[in-house]
T-cell receptor, first 118, second 112 residues
Framework: DAGVIQSPRHEVTEMGQEVTLRCKPI?????LFWYRQTMMRGLELLIY????????DSGMPEDRFSAKMPNASFSTLKIQPSEPRDSAVYFC????????????????FGSGTQLSVL | QKEVEQNSGPLSVPEGAIASLNCTYS??????FFWYRQYSGKSPELIMF????GDKEDGRFTAQLNKASQYVSLLIRDSQPSDSATYLC????????????FGRGTSLIVHP
């Protein structure tokens, strides 16, 4: 398996533009997480999907952020309009949670998207 | 608010020494505890997990859990320069949620 695949690796955009980040989880995993990482705040959970359903979106900063998971193999995180304070590394992670073995709690992270909003 | 606290460091140790990384958490009912390693510019990677009080060893790594005191630690024996990275502690809280909360990480530098 190729692991969790994120695109793009780098995104530079201007304030006010729409940004869409993409994620393909590991095949067979039932859980998907979007995290944001900054030096100031560390790794913050934005939203968690289980079986394609958003379970916890309490970490989504505001209405400018939205996330979808239309099927088990694809998810998007959209920021519209983007602002300079959104600049961060955005990670997608997947796992096979609630399937008995505690070892399944391991999160597999994608390579991340480095977002710069000018 | 469930919190996971780590000293940001950097923790600097000489090659061959034992590096000790610590993490405290606020939710007394927490169930699962993880250590992720993150190299600069890379994504986090799980290196250890522990669920029960006591020690768990895997090669040069030992995770220690003390639920009464609400801390978990990671010991790295015979530290190597390749161990230089940020180490993130993650804790899964009580209840049905499988969502882990991450600490901000401790930067470890192993110098030759």
């Amino acid at each position: 398996d190729a692991g969790v695949i994120q695109s793009p690796r780098h995104e530079v955009t201007e304030m006010g533009q729409e940004v869409t980040l993409r994620c393909k989880p590991i095949s067979g995993h039932n859980s998907l997480f979007w995290y944001r990482q900054t030096m100031m705040r560390g790794l913050e959970l934005l939203i968690y999907f289980n079986n394609n359903v958003p379970i916890d979106d309490s970490g989504m900063p505001e209405d400018r952020f939205s996330a979808k998971m239309p099927n088990a193999s694809f998810s998007t995180l959209k920021i519209q309009p983007s602002e300079p304070r959104d600049s961060a590394v955005y990670f997608c992670a997947s796992s096979l949670l609630g399937q008995g073995a505690r070892t399944n709690e391991k999160l597999f992270f994608g390579s991340g998207t480095q977002l710069s909003v000018l | 608010q469930k919190e996971v606290e780590q000293n940001s460091g950097p923790l600097s140790v000489p090659e061959g020494a034992i590096a000790s990384l610590n993490c405290t958490y606020s939710d007394r009912g927490s169930q699962s505890f993880f250590w992720y390693r993150q190299y600069s510019g890379k994504s986090p990677e799980l290196i250890m997990f522990i669920y029960s009080n006591g020690d768990k060893e895997d090669g040069r790594f030992t995770a220690q859990l003390n639920k009464a005191s609400q801390y978990v630690s990671l010991l790295i024996r015979d530290s190597q320069p390749s161990d230089s990275a940020t180490y993130l502690c993650a804790v899964r809280a009580s209840g049905g949620s499988y969502i882990p909360t991450f600490g901000r990480g401790t930067s470890l530098i192993v110098h030759p």
